[in-house]
């Protein structure tokens, strides 16, 4: 059984008529943690949101190439017209440079995921809300204010929130871009350690511009520059 | 001009802009209570009839405010109720889903519904009263009814246009937050971006709201008379505040008459500020029964 749990061929992309990314060919293994890198500009964020078609709520924007994702132990085609996309995106989730919690208690957040997917059973809602916070070691730091606003957490706190509330659809990869660039040192490690404990369940992908980052929690690093893989 | 002084001159320019607006609106309240708070009283709404009889509806009033007031409370209350929904669902329509050309074209005409005079939107409501007259019923004319609607018509452009800002003003993350967790498109914009932009939807409410208290061209074209009592039904006429105050400020007889104006206009401000209350609550409310609610 091959260990590739994405593949891409052929991608080209671009905004508003301009080139983002052209030709990129390259596969991700399952399991392990990839940090994307190369400068400002050169389709990084771009290429994470080709993963989960996120980029198709930009206006302007065209998309060609191959897209595959292992899902549910099946290569997929992400494109494929028999893709739900509301499937796609709870099991390749995705988490923002700046923490994003939306305004509403903390347990809300997290089973806000669980509302959309209609889940509406109290009792393994709140279950899953307090795995999901486990797993992003935050749940010993909020359970006793689980009902206090979101937004009354440190930046570090709410980033491990966004991605436990990413984690509680039980995704099978996970997209971030940028996860630590507007946090302190502190509240880095505290994400890198996560994203480390979590690589054994999840294929992580991660945007990130800190080499001594890279260095610490990658398995690979993949190289851009001016909108293809250079390295990696 | 150096730019010390430009930037000088454009702070002082600035400053004394803000201050003559202040000025002018105590100048204009002042005036207003100089005038009318003498006359301020029970009477000036009810006239002669015990306040709770009339409020209860068991007896008329004729020498007071207070058909006009419940005049002009329900004439806004069902113009904002019909201007609402079709404001919110256009708005959301030209944020969200309406392509590059039909937003353009949309625009275009939203923008000129906003450019017409309010008379223009009253003939339009007289027009349609007399066609439903001849082609529906002989009992449909100029009414409550044909006044809300179109009165909403005029004001429709105010809660479109700040739907669709605040739409479009919510930040790239905040968009895509549920989409990326598995929210279809219509579950994002009831979800995240309708309450997120609540307190600029809100705005364009409220604006909405004191639009419809103070309009008087199109009501006089619509439906309202000197003296109709409290409206029976949708399709009665019926006596509202604005058009008190300009009947009585153009035709009155003695002071005591134009001072009762004067105690109107106080009235309809307070009113209109009764209004913007409720609409802040109903903000408040609403934000809180989206997010906060266990």
Same mark, same amino acid.
């Given at each position: ?104 208690? %903390? ?126 | ?117 309010? %008379? ?25 009814? %044909? ?148």
């Amino acid at each position: 059984m091959s260990n590739t749990k994405i593949r891409v061929e052929n991608l080209y992309f671009s905004y508003r008529g301009r080139s983002v990314l052209r030709d990129v060919s390259v596969g991700f293994a399952r399991n392990a943690i990839t940090a994307l890198t190369g400068p400002s500009g050169v389709g990084k964020s771009t290429f994470l949101t080709t993963l989960n078609r996120l980029w198709e709520s930009t206006r302007d924007a065209t998309m060609q190439g191959r897209v595959e994702i292992e899902l549910q132990g099946r290569m997929r085609d992400v494109y494929d017209r028999g893709m739900p996309l509301t499937e796609l995106r709870k099991k390749v989730a995705m988490v923002f440079q700046a923490p994003n919690p939306l305004p509403m208690s %903390i347990a809300k957040n997290i089973a806000f995921p669980l509302k959309l997917a209609g889940e509406r059973h109290r009792t393994v809602v709140a279950g899953r809300v307090e795995q999901a916070l486990r797993m992003a070691n935050l749940w010993h730091e909020v359970k006793d204010r689980l009902q206090d606003d979101a937004r009354t957490l440190s930046g570090g706190q709410q980033q491990r929130l966004c991605i436990a509330r990413a984690l509680v659809l039980e995704p099978e990869v996970l997209l971030l871009d940028e996860p630590t660039s507007s946090l302190d040192p502190a509240a880095t490690d505290a994400v890198e350690e996560l994203l480390t404990g979590l690589k054994e369940r999840l294929t992580i992908l991660v945007v990130s511009h800190y080499l001594e980052q890279v260095v610490r929690i990658s398995d690979r690093v993949v190289r851009f520059a001016d909108g293809t893989i250079v390295a990696g | 001009m150096k730019p010390c002084l430009l930037e000088r001159t454009t702070v002082l320019f600035a400053w004394a802009a803000g201050l003559l607006l202040t000025a002018a609106v105590a100048v204009l309240f002042g005036y207003l209570f100089m005038h009318g708070l003498e006359v301020l009283n029970l009477p000036l709404i009810f006239g002669k009839t015990p306040p709770w009889r009339a409020l209860l509806l068991q007896e008329r009033v004729f020498e007071g405010l207070f058909p006009a007031l419940a005049g002009t409370f329900m004439l806004v209350l069902l113009a904002i109720c019909w201007a609402i929904p079709v404001g919110l669902a256009t708005g959301v329509y030209l944020s969200e889903y309406a392509g590059p050309r039909v937003r353009r074209v949309l625009d275009a005409l939203f923008d000129v519904l906003a450019g017409v005079p309010s %008379i223009v939107v009253g003939l339009f409501g007289f027009a349609l009263a007399v066609f439903l007259h001849r082609h529906f019923s002989e009992r449909i004319g100029p009414c409550l009814l %044909i006044s809300s609607l179109a009165l909403s018509i005029l004001v429709l452009p105010y809660i479109i246009r700040t739907t669709q800002a605040s739409l479009e003003g919510l930040p790239r993350e905040i968009r895509l937050t549920a989409i990326a967790l598995g929210a279809t498109k219509l579950q994002n914009i009831i979800l995240v971006l309708l309450p997120k932009s609540l307190a600029g939807v809100m705005s364009g409410i409220i604006l909405a709201i004191g639009r419809c208290a103070e309009d008087t061209a199109v009501i006089m074209l619509t439906g309202v008379v000197a003296s109709a009592g409290l409206p029976k039904s949708l399709l009665s006429q019926y006596e509202a505040l604005p058009f008190y105050i300009f009947y009585i400020s153009s035709q009155y007889t003695s002071p005591e008459e134009l001072q009762q104006g004067y105690g109107a206009a106080i009235i309809l401000l307070l009113l209109c500020a009764l209004l913007l209350l409720a609409a802040y609550g109903i903000r408040k409310g609403l934000t809180h029964l989206v997010f906060y609610r266990p």
